[in-house]
């Protein structure tokens, strides 16, 4: 009797271990998904190399899209597949991020903004963020890499302070990108800062970067609508500028949201738990 008493007891244990494990994991478990334009969008963005930081515990999703708005987004339907994924069950916490602003700016009428229109859909992306169940994180637009007689020039300010104040209005944690990134821009300079981009600056822009001043450069064309072709270009990012705004973002996440933060691998404020500083 005694010998069948131990092994019912080990199996037992044998079920119901295995489930409070599981059970652990799932709710440690976090959900964080990206939304935003080629700045955060994977290969020209630092969306993936962000991604990259988090633990085993983590989905990162990015959903961010070349040349979006914060219009075009939502016209497109990438905004509805943002919200399904924000409601998938089984997460402790659910972050979405939202980064929008290059593409507000005037030009294409299908995705221009004023900037009333843009702090209006950004306050409607936190709302609805929040009303599937998840928490939004605003993050201000990065900066361009543009410099005229040695100073870095602010194209997106405007921008950035709409998303901040729509931060502030809804209570919403802001990653002040916009000012972190024009900080980093400007203490590397205008000849540094050319090694951000996705290629090798061609000999005339880098010739004019070391006068203090950046120029216009042509772009290439695709060899197809929609795909993508490598470039040099002061906005979008190669390798090594991933690399320096993903640190930047983790660096704000480290300091601002600490569900989130717990899961940053190599995160300072965690010992080796977590990489929240820049390289």
Partial sequence: MKKWRGRLLVLVVAVLLPACVNHSVREDRVHLILAGDSTVARITGYGDALCARFDALTKCENLARNGRSSKSYRAEGLWDEVLAHAREPGYHH???????????????????????????????????????????????PLTRRTFKDGKLADGLGPWAEATAAVASESGTVLLDLHRDSMAAVAALGPVEALSLAELPPPEAALAAAATGTTIEVEKPAASMPGAHVAMFDYTHLGPKGAELFSGIVAAEIARSVPELAYHLRNNPTLGEKGTAGVK
Wanted: hydrophobic share 35%.
């Fill in 94 to 140: 659910t972050f979405v991020l939202v980064q929008f602003g290059h593409n507000d700016q005037p030009g294409k009428p299908e995705r221009s903004t004023t900037l009333s229109e843009f702090r209006a859909n950004m306050r409607r992306y936190t709302d609805e963020v929040r009303g599937a169940g998840a928490a939004p994180i605003l993050v201000t």
